[in-house]
């Protein structure tokens, strides 16, 4: 429950379907790899941008992409990051 929100980086590609792949998220200050499915059933790419919708049978997340217009494949934090100011 304490994923519910955040934003993480795909580290497995999630297939299309109901398939799992794995996601790397922060959840009470570590980082943590946990299996992960597509909130609409579309394939997410690794790498890509996603934010956690909910959390299902024990660890499993569900999670759609970030940028709603399309898969944004900068990983969390990296440059270019959008939360992150760049001087």
């Known amino acids: 429950r304490n994923a519910v929100g955040k934003v993480g980086t795909i580290y497995m590609t999630i297939p299309a379907g109901s398939d799992r792949g794995k996601v790397n998220v922060e959840v ?16 997410i790419p690794t790498d890509a941008r996603v934010v956690v919708t909910r959390v299902v049978s024990g660890n499993v997340l569900v999670v759609r992409p970030e940028n709603p217009d399309g898969i944004d494949t900068r990983p969390a934090g990296g440059e270019g990051d959008p939360g992150k100011v760049e001087r």
């Open 28 to 43: 009470q200050g570590r980082l943590m790899t946990l299996e992960a499915s597509s909130e609409d059933g579309r394939p």
